[in-house]
């Protein structure tokens, strides 16, 4: 009979965690995602978690640089990303459940450095900023992805496979401006890191909501239908607002129930 009540707990135990959700993460991408004393911290940590939690499986972050997290998407080794843009193109390998935040994606460096301009257009004119750092995989728009076509910008943009180290990149001069969301520049603000005042929001590239992708390869049908009611449910109930509340106020009336198959 013991060795029966042993089976029954072994087993009742692999069932419990055999729903195990992995998410790519990437540290230093404040206030989303921040690896703290090998304990992963922030919003969008906070948010994939209730719904892990919600679906009855187990959260496992994955530190792990954009671009090979898209790539592993798509040979299986990874459940989902956060922060993920919608796309046609996309929907093929993801199904976007959220959104979780409105990205507002900006060209961010210090003015005092940097010729005037006041418009995205006028990079591609006669404008020159020397080295703007872009995410490899990212998306900045219709009107970026015009831009790059023309070479006077194009030879402007300097290609990086992680989020990390962008304020270390513009004080070590390897750019001169970076395109990154203005929350992220805040929180280094607040924080008050090394000479992060120094530097600005100049213009707004794109903005757009952004959404938990998970994959269509790892993940049948009716979990992908599961999560998105599971994430309705949660933002139904309000516990999506609580949590965007805390890290910032001003984007949790952003957030509204669009999940997409």
Not at 36 to 45: F, L, R
Not at 61 to 74: C, E, G, H, S, T
Not at 185 to 201: D, I, M
Request: proline share 4%; with cysteine.
């Amino acid at each position: 009979m013991l060795k029966g009540l042993l089976l029954w707990i072994l087993l009742y135990s692999g069932l419990a965690h055999a729903c195990v959700l992995r998410m790519a993460a990437e540290t230093n991408f404040p206030p989303y995602l921040l690896l703290k004393e090998q304990s992963w911290q922030g919003q969008t940590v906070e948010l994939a978690q209730l719904l892990a939690t919600e679906v009855g499986c187990e959260l496992q972050l994955v530190d792990i640089p954009w671009l090979r997290a898209l790539a592993q998407i798509k040979t299986g080794e990874l459940d989902f990303v956060s922060h993920l843009s919608y796309s046609d193109a996309r929907t093929k390998d993801f199904s976007f459940v959220g959104p979780h935040h409105m990205e507002s994606m900006w060209l961010i460096g210090n003015p005092t450095k940097l010729p005037k301009f006041k418009t995205l257009k006028d990079l591609g004119e006669n404008v020159d900023l020397g080295r703007i750092a872009e995410l490899i995989g990212a998306y900045y728009g219709e009107e970026f992805a015009l831009l790059k076509q023309n070479p006077f910008f194009a030879r402007q943009l300097v290609s990086i496979s992680s989020i990390q180290d962008k304020l270390a990149l513009l004080e070590a001069g390897r750019v001169n401006a970076i395109l990154e969301d203005d929350t992220v520049l805040h929180y280094w603000q607040n924080q008050r890191y090394k000479n992060a005042e120094k530097y600005h929001p100049l213009v707004l590239v794109y903005q757009s909501p952004v959404y938990f992708g998970f994959s269509k390869n790892t993940l049948s049908k009716p979990m992908l239908i599961k999560l998105q009611k599971a994430w309705q449910k949660l933002y139904e109930q309000g516990e999506i607002t609580k949590v965007v509340q805390r890290y910032q106020a001003k984007t949790a009336d952003a957030l509204t129930p669009a999940a997409r198959l």
